[in-house]
């Protein structure tokens, strides 16, 4: 390996320990897709399953990087005036107000009516300029004269409509305002998009993106999430935990536990001073991973063999 290898890794490996110290265990995938994004400057788009960490990587790049955190949360019938800007109308209306006040003095002396209308349109133009304007999360992004880690949160339940709003600020890192021109960002925010996959996302959207899918960690990783996540698990418990969240995800349910539901499950064991997996404690708090009542059904006879399956993986007594 080269001179020039050995320091790109060593970044990577350094976005590793700043993401680790944000309380962030990453793997070399997602670190490198960090470090792309930074040095490309290009928006990253994070698909997965929910709860697999996914809005926390950009929580933690924020930290890691020594940035703002600017979310965006996406729904159905997002529109540019709530995540773009809106217009200040009650300072407006009191400019106005003002304005009407002084009509007489800024006219005065005023003889032609071209000579009048020259003169408030001077006044006029500050009516649609940035001091009446309320930036929401999108323009307060691109505002921040160090950056911003801007998280558009959950793109896939927003309309089409407003994604492709979004591919001029994912593209320049600018937006237009037709009152004012185009406010373009002094340093181009870091751009994290999540999607749960709800619905495809367009073409154009993804060219525009580095594209990093985070799927359920492997048991080694989940393993070191616990251990960050909730330090008093030990560790005989916590290769118990993992290996029966791997278990239940070899089934068919409705919705499989993901990282957050292991993390609440080690908190709720670690509440109950626990010390090893039995049948009746898992079957106790089964509702803690399992989010629907069918899954709960369908899981519920297989507790004894799965319990048992999982302190035999973990190594621990049967």
Request: aromatic letters at 6%; proline letters at 5%.
């Amino acid at each position: 390996m080269n001179d020039i290898d050995q320091g790109v890794r060593g970044e990577i490996d350094a976005v590793i320990a700043g993401l680790a110290r944000a309380g962030y265990i990453a793997s070399r995938q997602i670190a490198t897709a960090v470090f792309l994004a930074r040095h490309l400057q290009k928006p990253v788009l994070v698909e997965g399953p929910a709860g697999v960490g996914k809005t926390e990587l950009a929580k933690a790049t924020a930290e890691f990087l020594g940035l703002p955190l600017i979310r965006m949360q996406c729904y159905e019938g997002l529109d540019e005036a709530k995540a773009l800007y809106e217009w200040k109308y009650a300072k407006q209306l009191l400019y106005t107000q003002i304005l009407k006040d002084k009509l007489g003095e800024e006219l005065s002396g005023v003889r032609s009516l071209s000579s009048a209308i020259k003169r408030l349109h001077g006044a006029g133009d500050i009516f649609f300029s940035e001091q009446f304007l309320e930036p929401r999360p999108l323009l307060r992004a691109l505002q921040q004269p160090a950056g911003a880690v801007l998280l558009v949160d959950e793109v896939d339940k927003s309309d089409q409509e407003f994604e492709a709003f979004l591919l001029e600020i994912l593209s320049d890192y600018q937006v237009t305002v037709p009152e004012i021109g185009t406010i373009r960002a002094p340093v181009p925010p870091f751009v994290v998009l999540t999607s749960n996959n709800a619905r495809d996302l367009g073409d154009a959207l993804k060219r525009r993106c580095l594209h990093l899918h985070i799927g359920f960690p492997e048991p080694a990783l989940e393993e070191r999430i616990i251990a960050v996540k909730v330090p008093g698990v030990a560790d005989v418990l916590r290769r118990e935990i993992v290996a029966l969240i791997q278990e239940l995800r070899r089934l068919d349910l409705r919705k499989l536990p993901s990282v957050s539901e292991t993390i609440d499950w080690g908190r709720v064991l670690l509440l109950l001073h626990a010390e090893h997996l039995d049948a009746d404690i898992v079957r106790e708090t089964l509702n803690v991973l399992l989010k629907f009542e069918a899954d709960m059904q369908a899981v519920e006879s297989k507790v004894p063999a799965l319990t048992y399956q999982a302190r035999r993986a973990a190594g621990g007594a049967a």
